[in-house]
């Protein structure tokens, strides 16, 4: 389940997504599968080669993209999501969702 994040938000990164552009995505988050992780950050890129180049510099592996036919994406959560906000300085991410 989603929540935390406004129609412009999800309808402003749909449009980077499909503009070939790294697209950053935080929201809130419960799946029972993940314990302890209540946020998700999706990065999302149309562009696979662009995305996966950009995952491989975090050490994402290829086979992680969700390959959504409209919007390919990373799920990131836990610790590596906290690491890749920081070091794309997604602070206003890191501050709203208390990402630490």
């Known amino acids: 389940m989603a929540f935390g994040v406004s129609k412009e938000e999800l309808k402003a990164w749909k449009k980077d997504v499909k503009d070939g552009k790294i697209a950053f995505l935080t929201h809130f988050w419960l799946d029972d599968r993940f314990p302890g992780c209540t ?3 999706k990065v999302g890129c149309s562009d ?3 995305l996966q180049e950009w995952g491989t ?3 994402l ?3 992680w993209i969700h390959h959504d036919k409209n919007y390919p994406h990373f799920d ?3 610790d590596r999501q906290r690491d890749i906000l920081r070091g794309e300085n997604q ?3 890191l501050e709203r ?4």
């Open 97 to 100: 969702f208390k990402i630490n």
């Open 91 to 93: 602070h206003d991410q």
């Open 57 to 59: 510099r975090y050490g």
């Open 39 to 41: 946020t998700v950050t």
């Open 48 to 50: 696979l080669s662009r």
């Open 76 to 78: 990131l959560f836990g």
């Open 61 to 63: 592996k290829p086979e």
